[in-house]
């Protein structure tokens, strides 16, 4: 009952969120120079030819009528069809879901595989130790080389030594489990680095101000070993932030990977919507945001749910 | 507690993938008699009548059939139909080749031709080659393989227009029937069906088993990958993921230089790079006439060759190079030099009142050639007086501000040229083309000229009335030609046998697919 | 500023050091030898590194070197001018809405909350779609995507602040909300607000380059380092020189944002750790 009070209007206000993402999204297309009937017919595109088109997809009525027959497909789970290719936009997304789904969770284990451990040791690491530098040092270099610089490092060192891994092209793993993970691991790879920067530096953090508290002092003077001071006490009570982090991560990835998508042409939903918008593709790139969008505003409610669980205070009042 | 048992099943996953990194040997990847095609762009629609993208062009070709084809001398060949005769210079009859069949197994009967030709002539299909294709009064089938054809007025391109996929026979019985919608499916008489289409991702294709050309080597799949990227699809090459692929940047030849098993083959085209100078627009310094003129005159042909192409394409002409024909090769622009062009310029800009006229140079992001050929026609135009911007919109915007608002000073392209000297140069009546009438300027002598040269046959008179054309294409500056634009496909010769022609005035890229072999 | 620097570590002055050594070569690479980053054909094209020309040459034949220095001043000179127009709206905002509360926080807060929602690089490629690809859209792309940062922080450091007593003192003596919010309570946000600059300007270089690899960016002969990249990209295998030195500078930049930054936020939110051991 605490967490449903405490739920109700974060629900309600990301339902109008929602509402505004989806009138901004859609207000965006039709601002936006150029039509599916200029890609369609290049320049050979014909006053009459565009209201053929518009026809063909439902533009020639008023914007507000348009906008309401979208909203209303939606709810009934429809959400309309790609202009290129006629097949209906929600098969698309499932079919593209678990190739970004895939994309975002190996690149978070990397991010969390690298990224904690080298968090821990940055946070109880003494002033001026080696390891904490290098911790540091990996920090900094994971939250400033941007995901295509590292991307076009790795194309490079990977096209032109065939190594195994490979660079674009790919495969659906349940067609070649192997193939797929061949390709997949370098974009993966590619993505992490942010990860691996963003979680050490949230652990490093979370770590040090728990190190300030009493029972750090406490438990040093009882003399209990530093693995289980950490494992006890530093991680339990380090594990809000972390999480947060970890959650908004894991949203950019899902909805936000488009760079790292085109670079190394993974058929992910960013790829999809980046195309969409290149052939105004209007239906793809409005349910691609929006799903973004409510990827990203659920999973952070996700993680509002988990502190409440974590942590009792939440939710009583304190907010 | 929580934290450390997620960490631990997190890291048995990235341990279990390590030791797939490692463990497992690399599965084969292509499975026998299959070839792959690195497609570089995805379909921008189904509909082979409307569509008028080169990425759109090369799938149809793979499913389609024409009437008509085209060797490397740009001569018509037979194609869909087996033989063809004018029998007067208006009327036409063709003898269907008996043995073509639709993918579906139908025999190709005289109802498809005339039932996709009058598709491409209804409006309601929105299909840009309605006005190459003539004025046809009759079309009729005294028989199930043959057909007659009636135009209303001689035009000599017709046959070269009926060559271009866009004039694509489809099984018309089954679209009215209502088992085929060719807006959003493909299934044609030509070697190979769609089995199966993941869009942005790959295509799969199978030989048509009906397919006329019994003693084609194609093999059974054709598989497209479509990889945008230059450099994944080079990578791609490299690992023998892809057996065949193409690229527009002339430096490929280059960069895949040290690949013994990769071999690249330039085709010619009668396609060129092209600029749209606006003359209509009134706030465009390029309404008057000697700005247009002075531009075309201070533009450095031979330096974009030089510095894009690395002088591995040619100057080309209003009427292609390719054709062989030198009717344009006279005008100041051409035969002059630079220094003399550039003083020229100077001199016309003067006269203008505009010393220093500001332009924008419009080249989409589509192709990075189109940024480079900017920049250098940047260089060699400030040298004449204009200060020049360059802009790089995405190809929707571009389409818009160019062909439907006409809000541009000067944009870049390429033509195609097709496969008739005629039928490029017919672009420059508007009245015709429709599609540039947002920035071309309309001069009936040009227009009389251009309708007259539609009906005259190949030789010396039309050659005369060619040079005449070109004269008044040149005066008027508004629709330039630049470099020829030549394709290139690589492929692994380790892995498969390619047939391409030489020369190609279609985008017929892969018009021999059927010849392709696989070496595995 | 100075005066922290006694208290930061190496790795940080380190940034800083390198912070300042771009900034001036943006600032005055104009004017030192290294030849002219516009001129086309200048050298052979394509060309490895050599004395010549330290960062070889493009596919133009242009001395890269120079293109990396303008793309330096480029990068930097926007991001930031982006940032501190996005650092005063987002001020201004979150006072607002941590000062009056009702209606006008709720209006800021959600409008700030829709904006987050949109992953930065899909709000980036609407605006650019919307606005054409160029500097102008570059600039408000990052507007759209660090405007939340400024408008949470103040609004939240805002409300601690309205309830406190010389705030409450100084209503209560007839200040007019305006002469509060500027007087009293701007001097002790500047703080946050110089903490998220730094975050904000990294975002906005990074956001910046993306968007120019993509072709969004603004364009050509222009150079930033993120158009830099892109122009190379296409030659990556053949002449790899060309991303490797573009990239490299702008991680570099990137980084010595960083790590300033977080010296600048060390010194004004100190946080003491102890050691373990």
């Known amino acids: 009952m605490r967490i449903l009070l405490y739920f109700l209007p974060k629900l309600i206000f990301a339902s109008i969120t929602m509402l505004g993402v989806s009138a901004l999204v859609f207000l965006a297309l039709r601002m936006i120079p150029g039509g599916y009937a200029d890609v369609l017919l290049g320049p050979f595109v014909t006053p009459e030819a565009r209201e053929a088109i518009a026809v063909r997809y439902g533009l020639d009525q008023p914007l507000l009528v348009q906008y309401l027959n979208w909203l209303g497909a939606l709810f009934q789970g429809d959400m309309g069809v790609s202009m290129v290719t006629r097949a209906p936009v929600l098969d698309e997304f499932l079919r593209r879901a678990p190739v970004t789904l895939e994309l975002a969770l190996l690149a978070l284990a990397f991010a969390l595989a690298g990224g904690l451990p080298l968090g821990i040791l940055a946070g109880i690491a003494p002033p001026g130790h080696r390891g904490g530098i290098l911790a540091r040092l990996v920090g900094a270099l994971g939250a400033s080389v941007p995901d295509f610089v590292l991307g076009s490092l790795l194309i490079f060192v990977f096209s032109v030594w065939s190594l195994w891994l490979r660079v674009g092209g790919y495969v659906s793993p349940i067609e070649d489990p192997v193939g797929n993970l061949r390709t997949m691991l370098l974009p993966a790879l590619t993505l992490s680095l942010f990860g691996i920067a963003l979680v050490l530096r949230t652990t490093r953090d979370a770590v040090l101000r728990v190190m300030t508290e009493g029972y750090i002092t406490t438990a040093l003077a009882r003399g209990e070993r530093p693995f289980d001071i950490i494992r006890l006490h530093v991680l339990r009570n380090s594990a809000i932030p972390i999480i947060t982090v970890v959650t908004t991560y894991f949203g950019f990835l899902l909805g936000g990977a488009v760079v790292v998508e085109v670079l190394f042409s993974i058929p992910g939903i960013g790829f999809f919507i980046f195309s969409g918008l290149e052939n105004r593709d209007y239906a793809i790139v409005q349910a691609g945001v929006l799903i973004a969008a409510a990827v990203f505003i659920s999973i952070n409610m996700l993680a509002d749910l988990a502190y409440a669980l974590i942590d009792p205070r939440v939710g009583s009042g304190r907010h | 507690m929580k934290m450390t048992r997620q960490q631990g099943i997190l890291g048995l996953a990235f341990a279990a993938g390590l030791g797939m990194l490692t463990g497992l040997p690399g599965a084969a990847y292509a499975a026998d008699d299959t070839i792959v095609w690195g497609k570089p762009g995805e379909i921008t629609g189904f509909d082979a009548h409307v569509a008028g993208t080169v990425a759109s062009w090369q799938m149809y070709q793979m499913v389609y059939e024409t009437l008509l084809t085209t060797d490397d001398s740009m001569a018509l060949q037979p194609g869909l139909a087996e033989s063809w005769e004018q029998t007067s210079p208006t009327s036409y009859v063709f003898k269907i080749r008996p043995g073509a069949a639709f993918s579906n197994g139908r025999a190709v009967v005289a109802a498809d031709v005339i039932g996709s030709l009058m598709r491409i002539k209804n409006p309601e299909t929105a299909s840009y080659w309605t006005a190459q294709l003539g004025t046809i009064a009759k079309i009729e089938a005294p028989d199930d393989h043959t057909v007659t054809v009636e135009l209303e007025a001689p035009h000599t391109a017709f046959l070269a227009a009926l060559a271009h996929v866009t004039a694509a026979i489809m099984p018309i019985k089954e679209l009215e029937e209502g088992s085929f919608d060719p807006t959003s499916q493909l299934m044609g008489s030509g070697p190979f069906m769609v089995a199966n289409h993941k869009q942005d991702e790959s295509w799969s294709l199978t030989k048509n088993p009906h397919y006329w050309r019994k003693d084609a080597t194609a093999p059974e799949t054709l598989s497209a990958l479509i990889i945008p990227d230059d450099s994944a699809r080079m990578a791609a090459l490299r690992d023998g993921r892809i057996d065949f692929t193409t690229f527009s940047n002339p430096d490929v030849a280059l960069m895949l230089a040290r690949d013994s098993n990769i071999e690249v083959l330039p085709q010619q085209t009668t396609n060129y790079y092209r600029m749209d100078v606006n003359a209509k627009s009134e706030t465009s310094a390029f309404h008057d006439i000697r700005v247009r003129q002075a531009f075309n005159l201070a533009l450095d042909r031979d330096a974009i060759n030089d510095l894009v192409f690395a002088g591995s394409t040619t100057v080309d002409y209003p009427v292609p190079a390719a054709f062989g024909k030198d009717a344009c090769h006279n005008t100041s622009t051409y035969a002059l030099s630079r220094e003399d062009r550039l003083s020229k310029a100077k001199d016309l800009l003067a006269e203008a009142g505009k010393p220093a006229p500001e332009i924008t140079i419009m080249a989409t992001s589509a192709d990075p050639v189109y940024g480079r050929i900017a920049q250098v026609a940047q260089q060699s135009i400030t040298e004449a007086g204009f200060k020049v911007d360059i802009v790089q919109p995405p190809v929707a915007e571009y389409l818009d501000k160019v062909f439907t608002k006409g809000e541009f000073d000067v944009s870049l392209s390429w033509l195609a040229g097709y496969t008739d000297p005629s039928m490029v140069i017919a672009w420059w009546n508007p009245n015709f083309a429709i599609w540039n009438q947002s920035f071309q300027e309309d001069v009936p002598a040009l227009d009389t000229a251009l309708e007259e040269v539609k009906s005259l046959p190949d030789g010396e008179i039309r050659d005369t009335k060619l040079v005449e054309i070109c004269d008044m294409i040149d005066d008027g500056a508004n629709l330039l030609a630049l470099v020829s634009r030549t394709d290139y496909i690589a492929y692994r010769s380790d892995t498969i046998e390619v047939k391409v022609a030489k020369r190609s005035g279609s985008s017929n890229t892969f018009q021999f697919i059927y010849d392709f072999k696989s070496l595995d | 500023m100075f005066s922290i620097f006694g208290r ?236 490797l030195s573009s990239g490299a500078v702008l991680s570099a930049a990137i980084m010595a944002v960083n790590l300033t930054g977080d010296a600048v936020r060390d010194a004004l939110e100190p946080l003491k750790g102890r050691s373990l051991t």
């Open chain 3, 8 to 243: 930061i570590d190496r790795l940080s002055r380190f940034g800083f050091g390198l912070l300042v050594f771009l900034i001036l070569l943006g600032l005055i690479g104009p004017y030192l030898p290294l030849g002219d980053p516009m001129r086309i054909g200048a050298g052979p094209r394509l060309s490895s590194p050599s004395w010549l020309f330290p960062f070889g040459t493009d596919e133009l034949g242009r001395s890269f070197l120079p293109r990396v220095v303008d793309g330096i001043r480029a990068t930097f000179l926007l991001s930031a001018v982006a940032v501190i127009i996005t650092a005063i709206i987002g001020t201004l905002l979150g006072m607002v809405a941590g000062f009056f509360g009702g209606v006008a926080d709720q209006v800021v807060a959600r409008g700030a909350d829709i904006l987050f929602s949109f992953p930065a690089i899909l709000a980036g490629l609407l605006i650019a779609a919307v606005m054409g690809p160029g500097q102008i859209s570059a600039i408000a792309v990052i507007s759209v995507a660090t405007l939340p940062l400024f408008i949470r922080v103040v609004r939240s450091v805002t409300l601690g602040l309205a309830s406190r007593g010389f705030i409450v003192a100084a209503q209560v003596a007839g200040a007019s909300p305006w002469r509060v919010m500027i007087v009293h309570i701007l001097p002790n946000i500047i703080g946050a607000v110089i903490v998220q600059l730094t975050y904000a300007l990294s975002i906005g270089m990074i956001i910046e380059s993306a968007l120019s690899f993509l072709g969004l960016g603004g364009q050509a002969p222009y150079a930033s380092l993120g158009s830099l990249l892109r122009q190379g990209s296409a030659y990556l295998t053949f002449a790899p020189w060309l991303v």
